[in-house]
T-cell receptor, first 112, second 115 residues
C-alpha cells in the first residue's frame, strides 16, 4: 500500500464548478500536511498547508482528519487556470529532518 | 533571483556515461533533497541532506552519489547511466521539521534522457 494515496483522476469539470480531492495517508507518525500544485513540465509549488482546524485561502479549502488519516482539498468556482495536477504531501519526521512523501497526484482539467 | 536553481535543465546522454546535476539554494535552508519523477509522474525521494550530512538514502542504486560541499549546495552525480534513469530530477530545500516553516521549495527540474 502506498504511504499517500490519491485518486489520479482526471477530473474534468466546467468553469465555475466545485471540485473536491481526497487523500489518505498510512503513517500516523506524519507530522504536517500540504497540497502542492504541479503544472505540466514545471516544478511542484506549495498551494497550501493543511491544519486540523481546516484552513481556507480564497476559493481553496483544505481539511485534515487525523483520526481517519484523511486530507481533502475543495476548489470552488473553478477557473481555467486551476487546470493542473494537485499533489497531496505528507511530511514525516526522519531523524532531525523531514521526509516529504508525495501522492501520485490528481489531475484537474477545467473546461470552458 | 531564483530560490532553488538546478543545472542543466535538459540533459541528453548515452548509456554508460557519467553525468552530474548541480543544485543551489539561496533561502538559507538547512535541508536539501533530490527527488525523481518518473514517466508516471510519481515523485519519489532519493536523498535528503541536513547541514551537509546525509540523512535519507531511499534505496537508490549506488551509481547515484549526492555531494553537499556546503549547506547551500547539493549535487547529484550519476555513474554508468542506464535507460531506466531517464526521468525528471528535482532538487528541493526546506527548513527542518519542527521549525514551523516546512514548505519545500523546488528547483525547475532536470529532464534527463538516456539514449
Amino acid at each position: 500500500r502506498k504511504e499517500v494515496e490519491q485518486d489520479p483522476g482526471p477530473f474534468n469539470v466546467p468553469e465555475g464548478a466545485t471540485v473536491a480531492f481526497n487523500c489518505t495517508y498510512s503513517n500516523s507518525a506524519s507530522q504536517s500536511f500540504f497540497w502542492y500544485r504541479q503544472d505540466c513540465r514545471k516544478e511542484p509549488k506549495l498551494l497550501m498547508s493543511v491544519y486540523s482546524s481546516g484552513n481556507e485561502d480564497g476559493r481553496f479549502t483544505a481539511q485534515l482528519n487525523r483520526a481517519s488519516q484523511y486530507i481533502s482539498l475543495l476548489i470552488r468556482d473553478s477557473k481555467l487556470s486551476d487546470s493542473a495536477t494537485y499533489l497531496c504531501v505528507v511530511n514525516k519526521r526522519s531523524g532531525n529532518t523531514g521526509k516529504l512523501i508525495f501522492g501520485q497526484g490528481t489531475t484537474l482539467q477545467v473546461k470552458p | 533571483d531564483t530560490a532553488v536553481s538546478q543545472t542543466p535543465k535538459y540533459l541528453v546522454t548515452q548509456m554508460g556515461n557519467d553525468k552530474s546535476i548541480k543544485c543551489e539554494q539561496n533561502l538559507g535552508h538547512d535541508t536539501m533533497y533530490w527527488y525523481k519523477q518518473d514517466s508516471k509522474k510519481f515523485l519519489k525521494i532519493m536523498f535528503s541532506y541536513n547541514n551537509k550530512e546525509l540523512i535519507i538514502n531511499e534505496t537508490v542504486p549506488n551509481r547515484f552519489s549526492p555531494k553537499s560541499p556546503d549547506k547551500a549546495h547539493l549535487n547529484l552525480h550519476i555513474n554508468s547511466l542506464e535507460l531506466g534513469d531517464s526521468a525528471v530530477y528535482f532538487c528541493a530545500s526546506s527548513h527542518p521539521i519542527g521549525r514551523g516553516e516546512e514548505e519545500a521549495f523546488f528547483g525547475q527540474g532536470t529532464r534527463l534522457t538516456v539514449v
